[in-house]
């Protein structure tokens, strides 16, 4: 699979609205005028045209000048539950899956998780774990870690994105989370269920950040308490995805993997390593880790 980051995170987010939808059912109008984005004056006028043209009442709008597209895309977002971000959230605009879920990268993100589905997460009730691994710096893991969780959190499954990068961290960046309890916390013992956070703008997502920059952060993960840790969190989630650090740099990616029991290999083109990537999937498989597959990033 390929994803292109430049040219995602260029394109223009969609409105939607900053909270789980609970309008399936309702009429388009009825949400815009409740969602303050429409007057019942105006209301009025497009079910008027709507009658005499017989067009939808989205496109009715738009021809009127009432509505705009995002208010649109809103309204449907409502319609069939499904949530996604506006242009006001100020979540990093790397999340891609939840501002322009109707995108060409996202939909290869939507053929990933369906094959991930097929080879691991639907194989077996216990298979809920999967660490994202690379070999080198600045080839995607976060931003893919990031996505694939929201897209599964979309289908409806309980998603956890875990930050296990403890050395350069970046989801509490990319969810804007501030500095805060996280992973290490929790490991050490100075933090509870409670470092999980639940992500009010996306339905079904939660995210624990990595936490404090710890000293010994190898040796946190190689801990039972983080297997420990894991088998709890899967009583609570359908999906656990884990980003890792830059497996080149030190053995925290195979710990994680391990432990996950499957991994997803990124690459970059004109960046990844071939020597290094396939040192990272002996590595892998020596310890029993499952590769389920692997992501291109061309951007």
Not at 193 to 214: K, M, N, R, T, Y
Request: hydrophobic share 40%.
């Amino acid at each position: 699979m390929t994803t292109n980051n430049s040219s995602i995170i260029r394109s223009v987010p969609l409105t939607v609205p900053s909270k789980p939808a609970t309008g399936t059912g309702r009429a388009m109008g009825t949400i815009l005028v409740d969602a303050g984005r429409l007057s019942l004056p105006d209301a009025d006028r497009i079910l008027q045209f709507q009658r005499t043209r017989g067009a939808r009442f989205g496109d009715s709008g738009v021809a009127l000048g009432l509505l705009t597209d995002d208010d649109v895309r809103f309204a449907l977002s409502v319609q069939f539950d499904y949530p996604y971000l506006g242009r006001e959230s100020n979540l990093s605009r790397e999340l891609v899956a939840a501002y322009q879920p109707a995108s060409r990268p996202v939909e290869q993100l939507r053929g990933l998780r369906s094959q991930l589905m097929l080879r691991w997460f639907d194989t077996e009730a216990e298979r809920k774990g999967l660490a994202i691994v690379s070999a080198g710096q600045k080839e995607g893991r976060s931003y893919i870690a990031a996505n694939l969780a929201i897209v599964f959190s979309q289908l409806g499954r309980r998603t956890l994105l875990v930050d296990a990068d403890m050395r350069l961290p970046r989801q509490h960046q990319l969810f804007n989370l501030g500095k805060r309890a996280g992973l290490s916390d929790m490991l050490a013992g100075r933090a509870g269920p409670e470092a999980v956070v639940g992500i009010s703008a996306l339905q079904d997502l939660s995210v624990l950040p990595a936490g404090a920059i710890p000293p010994n952060p190898q040796e946190l993960l190689g801990r039972q308490e983080f297997s420990k840790l894991l088998q709890s969190l899967g009583e609570d989630f359908d999906v656990i995805i884990i980003d890792t650090p830059p497996a080149s740099e030190c053995s925290d990616a195979h710990t994680v993997a391990v432990r996950a029991g499957a991994a997803l290999m990124v690459a970059r083109q004109n960046r990844s390593s071939v020597p290094q990537m396939a040192h990272l999937t002996q590595g892998l498989r020596e310890f029993g880790v499952t590769l389920v597959g692997s992501v291109l990033n061309d951007g």
